[in-house]
């Protein structure tokens, strides 16, 4: 009987310790974003995203996407992603190039995690 405790007892440690390393990490929220429309001479219509992201967590690595959405018809016209590394309590800046066409209308979006 006391075994079977023994047992529990520590299962419901590693659960609990499993949990809370989780809350232990970065928590990245998009404080500010935009985008604006440029030429590109090798690439043509390119959009650049800026957004400010900023961290109420621990340390940690946090991962951008950017996305341009086609107005009209819906679809993910470009994606991309990248890995920064943000402090407790800070914001940066993050700048990135999507590729569009000439005569679409394109939204934009920006998710952390």
Do not use: W
Request: aromatic share 2%; charged share 25%; hydrophobic share 40%.
């Amino acid at each position: 009987m006391s075994k079977q405790i023994l047992i529990l007892g520590l299962a419901a440690v590693l659960v609990l310790t499993a949990g809370c390393m989780g809350l232990g990490g970065p928590s990245p929220k998009v404080v500010e974003d935009s985008l604006t429309k440029d030429v590109s001479l090798s690439k043509g219509l390119v959009y650049n995203v800026n957004a400010v992201i900023q961290n109420d967590g621990a340390d940690g690595d946090v991962t951008v996407t950017m996305k341009l959405i086609d107005e009209e018809k819906g679809f993910v016209r470009d994606e991309v992603s990248t890995v920064i590394s943000i402090p407790s309590g800070e914001t940066k800046k993050v700048s990135l190039t999507l590729d569009g066409d000439v005569g679409r209308t394109y939204r934009h979006s920006v998710e952390v995690s």
